[in-house]
């Protein structure tokens, strides 16, 4: 008895975290629900609240892969692996893997962890993700570390930056801008520089 019952404590333990779980439905409709999040399950937008990340969906033959993005790469992948666990049944099973950019930003990795787990669970449950539940979490991982903290705003500022600088008129002018001597010269130090 008391074997039966440590079994069914770590069981739920580790549905608890989003890190496996079984359902009753079978692997082909899981796979279809989790390449194509339902609306009101998909929180992996929320992951990307850090400017410059972004994030694309990999469907596979038994899994899932979301892969996190930044300028200087994938800095990792969440996936969802899928198994048959009876008639109609899936077990599924997250995790994630460290990717080769950015080693040094640990919360990044955090962070879609939060945004995975969640919705794969909303998913599989058939339920609407707690948007709010996941921002606050992830408000809080990043008011935790100095470090993320650090990286939010000097990302916003360099936005921002970017945002209020005028416009290149020699990439973005009219087409009498575009001919000017300043930018002819422009494009000639450009080509210099290329080469």
């Not at 770590?10 to 629900?33: D, F, W």
């Not at 899936?90 to 930003?105: I, K, Q, S, Y």
């Not at 998913?123 to 707690?130: R, S, W």
């Not at 087409?175 to 290329?194: D, F, I, L, T």
């Amino acid at each position: 008895m008391r074997g039966k019952l440590a079994f069914a404590v770590i069981a739920l333990a580790l549905a608890g975290c989003g890190k496996s779980q079984t359902v009753e439905k079978p692997p082909a409709q899981v796979l279809m629900t989790l390449s194509s999040l339902p609306g009101d399950a998909d929180a992996m937008s929320l992951a990307t609240t850090m400017p410059g990340t972004s994030y694309w969906v990999e469907p596979g033959a038994n899994q899932v892969v979301w892969h996190f993005m930044r300028q200087s790469g994938e800095y990792g992948r969440y996936v969802a692996e899928l198994s048959e666990a009876g008639t109609n049944k899936t077990r599924v099973t997250t995790h994630f893997e460290d990717g080769p950019a950015d080693p040094g930003l640990k919360f990044l990795d955090e962070i879609a962890v939060i945004a995975g787990d969640a919705s794969v669970a909303a998913a599989l449950q058939g339920q609407a993700v707690d948007r709010s539940g996941v921002q606050a979490k992830i408000g809080q991982r990043i008011a935790s570390d100095p470090m993320a903290s650090m990286a939010t705003t000097m990302e916003s500022v360099a936005d921002e930056m970017d945002r209020m600088a005028p416009p290149d008129k020699c990439k973005t002018g009219t087409p009498r801008e575009m001919n000017s001597w300043v930018c002819q010269k422009q494009y000639e130090r450009e080509a210099a520089a290329g080469n």
